[in-house]
């Protein structure tokens, strides 16, 4: 079963930057959709950007695409979230999830098409 583990948050003025990581680890099927999500409080969990590590395919929801970037180093198995002008709106948990099926990367991304999930790394930006 794969492993995720977030890193790389933290609190940030409004128009900084970040770059969060997902780390994979534990035995798992090595075509992956990885996707970025996150939740703010009181909010519904919502979808930022996936790739799919066979061939790296990246997919944005409409709304992140402008300040959102992911990638993937293929050699440390871990997925980056860059993400650049942040906002005060910004600030949720964000996680990573994976899921074997590439129907999962798509623009829109569904929580409940991934089945595994990471702790999350909280970002805070202040204005």
């Known amino acids: 079963q794969i492993k995720l583990k977030e890193s790389g948050g933290g609190s940030v003025q409004a128009g900084g930057s970040l770059r969060l990581s997902c780390a994979a680890s534990?035995?798992?099927?090595?075509?992956?959709?990885i996707a970025w999500f996150r939740q703010a409080p009181g909010k519904e969990r919502e979808g930022i950007a996936a790739?799919?590590?066979?061939?790296?395919?990246?997919y944005y929801a409409d709304s992140m695409k402008d300040r959102f970037t992911i990638s993937r180093d293929k050699a440390k198995n871990t997925v980056f979230l860059e993400m650049s002008n942040l906002k005060p709106e910004d600030s949720a948990m964000y996680y990573c999830g994976a899921e074997q099926s590439r129907t999962a990367c798509s623009t829109r991304l569904w929580v409940s098409y991934f089945e595994d999930w990471g702790q999350g790394t909280q970002v805070t930006v202040s204005s």
């Open positions: 790739i799919y590590t066979d061939g790296d395919d990246t």
């Open positions: 534990g035995l798992y099927h090595p075509s992956q959709c």
